[in-house]
């Protein structure tokens, strides 16, 4: 199995740019656009190759490579991190970390969790030792995410206290989606009061926070769990109101939908909404591959 290249190390001097009038990539990211941000990243990089310093140009690349990572494009991505490997700048700092991250990204997006691991591991250890604390949490975050049930909340469990104590908005920032990966980790072994209380606290954080994405995702998360707790009315109504005001969940929100109807005997609506999410979640590059009896139960309850 493929191993993650040994990352150079050494002193590097530069009479680059400082990175603070470099244009910041990390704000052009759509994670809903993967394409459409390696466009932009690639042009950011043209721009810049020969103004900026190794590390900022070692950064960029690993971003390049998420966003191949993000469409499948997994040879690419490696690829592009083999590239990235041979800059010095990669194995120091920030850029190392950012380097194990996304490397360890494309291994587990590719079904490689064994590979993944180790280096999540380390890139957490790296990032909290040279204080880039948000990185560090991105990292806890996806070991979290490789492994399941205790591990899986433990590893979430210690981002989340790194989060809550860190002074770092890179880390604060984080809060709310660790919740939500904690509910949906008790979510799934079927412990819904607990997911409940993590989604509702992810919905506190998010208000806070000044997140109307997520509040609202956190809301349909709610009202999820509410269904499968036998408050199928609750659930329907705060997905009537989703569907309401933010129509651009589309079709998670008519699965839902479709559910709540099915649940209260409505089949003849149920089947409506399952046929909406049917034709815009079978357009999903990643739930066609990892979840397709999902998604055949969308088609056969829509009557087709």
Same mark, same amino acid.
């Not at 590893?155 to 790194?162: D, F, I, M, P, Y």
């Given at each position: 199995?493929?191993?993650?290249? &040994?990352?150079? =190390?050494?002193? +590097? ?21 993967p394409? $459409?941000?390696? !466009?932009?990243?690639?042009a ?21 490579a998420?966003?191949l ?21 990669? *194995? ?11 490397? *360890? ?15 999540? +591991? ?7 030792? &040279? ?50 990966? &904690?509910?949906?980790? @008790? ?14 606290? %992810?919905?506190? %954080? ?10 609202? &995702? !956190?809301?349909?998360? +709610? ?6 707790? $036998?408050?199928?009315d609750? !659930?329907?109504? +705060? ?11 589309? *079709?998670?929100? %008519?699965?839902?939908? *479709?559910? %709540?109807?099915?649940?209260?005997g ?6 409506? @909404?399952?046929? =909406? ?28």
């Open positions: 199995m493929a191993q993650a290249p &040994i990352l150079p =190390v050494g002193q +590097i001097e530069s009479s680059k740019m400082p990175e603070s009038t470099l244009p910041d990539f990390d704000k052009l990211w759509n994670y809903s656009d394409a $459409g941000t390696e !466009a932009q990243f690639r950011v990089f043209d721009d810049v190759q020969g103004n900026a310093d190794d590390g900022y140009l070692a950064e960029l690349e690993t971003q390049i998420r966003t990572g993000l469409q499948q494009k997994f040879d690419e991505a490696h690829a592009q991190l083999d590239k990235t490997a041979l800059r010095p700048a990669a *194995g120091m700092g920030r850029a190392k970390v950012r380097y194990l991250l996304e490397r *360890g990204r494309v291994f587990n997006s590719s079904k490689k969790k064994d590979v993944a691991g180790p280096l999540f +591991i380390e890139a957490w250890n790296v990032g909290q030792n &040279i204080g880039e604390d948000g990185l560090a949490v991105d990292a806890a975050h996806m070991m979290a995410i490789v492994e399941s049930g205790e591990s899986s909340l433990q590893w979430n469990s210690a981002a989340l206290k790194l989060a809550e104590s860190s002074e770092q908005p890179a880390a604060r920032k984080w809060r709310k989606s660790l919740l939500n990966n &904690i509910g949906w980790t @008790y979510f799934s072994a079927g412990n819904y009061p607990q997911a409940l209380t993590h989604f509702e606290r %992810c919905g506190d %954080c998010s208000i806070e926070m000044g997140d109307t994405e997520s509040e609202r &995702i !956190a809301n349909w998360s +709610i009202a999820k769990t509410l269904r499968l707790l $036998g408050r199928v609750e !659930a329907l109504a +705060i997905q009537k109101q989703i569907e309401t005001i933010l129509p651009e969940l589309g *079709g998670f929100n %008519c699965e839902e939908l *479709g559910e %709540c109807y099915l649940a209260l409505s089949e003849s609506e149920a089947a409506r @909404y399952f046929g =909406v999410a049917y034709d815009l979640l079978s357009q999903d590059i990643w739930l066609s591959r990892d979840e397709p009896m999902r998604l055949e139960r969308m088609r056969q309850l829509s009557g087709r």
